[in-house]
């Protein structure tokens, strides 16, 4: 996400922060290299005009040009203003006075659009509610078999009615029945077209009417760029939409989209889809997303990620093992399978405070995540718990039964060897470790 964006303004302000004194000359000129980065990473012509004049305003002023360090100054006035392009503060999907709450999802054909609608089902139902979706897309082939599929992996029931053509009166139905099973939440999921049409419009607000949603969620695709705010702006006029979901944003799109629409149709961003997995939608605050483009990391949501895919009793048995010193490779397995819940290993890095600029070019090998994996699942239970028993036969066999090489399933061992080593030195001076747990 914004990894092309945040590596080349990181480029920009590391040469101003090189610089002792700075001119409104250098700040201008600086300005219009972050105007060109914003405008290729296909951030709308007038949002990047209009922030740049809004940095420079403050910048050129004599509180940033007089302080004794003007080029992180200008950095802050760089944040604040994108933390107030991206909509200043995040805020909570509302919820009716009194239930269903019913969510509508709007947007066009592969957008993504069923997809999310599953997945916001799922990061409710964590929140401890329950949900269930409605199927009111009647014209596309096996709309409502796939979000059944997504129903299922969501684990919500799905609301349908397949002899029916009338998606406004499903959508009634679907309500209906989700106040007679005392349902929290209801996300219909609506028709979508390859491009916005009138007859698509007219159906969205039927709906709209019958079911009087709480929140019109529109779902736009991240990859798209300027389409993607072109169809946000229409959807916002002919239909209205309370929240603005972007999806595949773990993509290599230029992220200019999610940087355009606030500021272009009102709607605040309220979730963004960062993979394909049913638990990869993650609340938008502004604040993070702005430390995020600009490399500084986002702590605060790794944490949110590692509380969600990090079990807690796992990781209480785990901290009684180490004291122990009785970590095995079966419990190393585990770990490590809970670090994969938690998304893209790259991605997890970039959330730490200066890694981002770091991480420029570089292609972090996720095959070889899976490469350890099966070196362990070929083991046997007594291995896993005893590698010391892996002599060379045995590692011949485990290279074999995981197609890799006795080479690898060397590694593998003495890494694992010297971090039991490590792990005990740290024993001794620091209480309560966890090695994945927070």
């Given at each position: ?24 000359d ?75 709450t019913?969510?509508?999802m ?49 684990g ?5 009615n ?15 029945e ?121 702590v ?55 890694m ?46 995981s ?36």
């Amino acid at each position: 996400m914004f990894e092309d964006l945040t590596a080349r303004l990181e480029g920009v302000f590391r040469k101003l922060r090189g610089r002792g004194v700075l001119t409104e000359d250098n700040i201008r000129e600086t300005l219009r290299e972050i105007r060109r980065i914003l405008l290729e990473a296909d951030v709308h012509h007038r949002v990047a005009r209009d922030f740049v004049a809004r940095v420079e305003a403050r910048a050129v002023g004599q509180e940033v040009l007089r302080s004794l360090s003007p080029g992180q100054q200008v950095v802050r006035v760089v944040h604040e203003e994108l933390v107030a392009l991206l909509g200043g503060e995040g805020r909570e999907l509302r919820s009716a006075a009194a239930p269903p709450t019913v969510y509508m999802m709007s947007g066009l054909q592969g957008s993504g659009k069923t997809t999310a609608a599953g997945k916001l089902a799922k990061h409710i139902v964590r929140r401890g509610r329950r949900v269930m979706l409605a199927a009111c897309d009647i014209h596309r082939p096996a709309a409502i078999d796939q979000l059944e599929r997504v129903g299922a992996d969501a684990g919500v029931p799905v609301y349908a009615n397949r002899s029916s053509r009338d998606a406004a009166a499903i959508a009634v139905e679907a309500l209906g029945e989700a106040r007679s099973r005392g349902i929290d939440v209801l996300v219909v999921d609506t028709a979508g077209r390859l491009h916005i049409d009138a007859e698509m419009m007219e159906e969205a607000r039927r709906i709209r009417d019958a079911t009087h949603p709480t929140e019109t969620l529109l779902v736009v695709d991240g990859l798209t760029g300027q389409d993607a705010v072109r169809v946000a702006e229409t959807f916002q006029k002919d239909l209205g939409a309370d929240g603005v979901i972007v999806t595949k944003m773990d993509g290599d799109g230029r992220g200019g989209a999610a940087l355009s629409i606030r500021a272009v149709t009102g709607a605040p961003i309220l979730f963004v889809g960062t993979g394909e997995g049913i638990e990869a939608l993650e609340r938008f605050h502004p604040d993070r997303m702005a430390s995020r483009i600009l490399g500084m990391g986002d702590v605060l949501s790794l944490v949110e990620k590692a509380e969600q895919a990090l079990d807690e009793e796992s990781a209480r048995k785990l901290e009684e093992k180490l004291r122990r010193d009785e970590f095995t490779l079966e419990d190393f397995l585990v770990q490590m399978r809970e670090i994969r819940k938690m998304g893209p290993m790259e991605e997890l890095l970039r959330m730490i405070p200066g890694m981002g600029g770091k991480l420029a070019g570089l292609k972090l090998d996720e095959g070889a995540m899976r490469r350890v994996e099966a070196m362990i699942q070929s083991m046997t239970p007594a291995e896993r718990r005893k590698p010391n028993l892996i002599d060379g036969s045995r590692r011949r066999r485990v290279a074999r039964g995981s197609g890799t090489t006795v080479q690898d399933v060397n590694r593998l061992l003495r890494q694992f060897g010297e971090m039991q080593k490590m792990m005990r030195l740290m024993k001794g001076g620091r209480k309560g470790l966890r090695l994945f747990g927070s």
